[in-house]
């Protein structure tokens, strides 16, 4: 089973940017797509971004549509997130995810291993 691991998070005031990178363990990594999601204290984990197998594809949620964006290495097995003007509501744990799929869904079901997961704390 891959391993995935989360780095990047951390403390950040309103309006800043971050980015959080996902190292896979396993090349089988350039054959699915890869997510983002974030639970935030007495939340449900909700989707945030997803790409493709190729990177040519993307998905993203209202709430983060033209704040954040995903992309991916295949060479380097590692997927990111770029998250700029962050607010006080993107404080979260963000966890990366593999796709049973190749298309970038953005439903939890599809997704069937799971990083850690990464704190990011926006400050207002």
């Known amino acids: 089973q891959v391993q995935l691991v989360e780095s990047g998070g951390g403390l950040v005031q309103a309006r800043g940017s971050l980015r959080l990178s996902c190292a896979a363990s396993e090349r089988t990594f350039s054959n699915y797509a890869m997510g983002w999601f974030r639970q935030a204290p007495g939340k449900e984990r909700e989707f945030v971004a997803a790409i493709s197998w190729s990177g040519g594809s993307t998905n993203y949620a209202d709430s983060v549509k033209g704040r954040f964006t995903i992309s991916r290495d295949n060479a380097k097995n590692t997927v990111y997130l770029q998250l700029n003007s962050l607010k006080p509501e993107d404080t979260a744990v963000y966890y990366c995810?593999?796709?049973?799929?190749?298309?970038?869904?953005?439903?939890?079901?599809?997704?069937?291993?799971w990083g850690q997961g990464t704190q990011v704390t926006v400050s207002s």
């Open positions: 995810a593999q796709s049973r799929l190749g298309s970038p869904a953005p439903v939890v079901k599809w997704y069937n291993n």
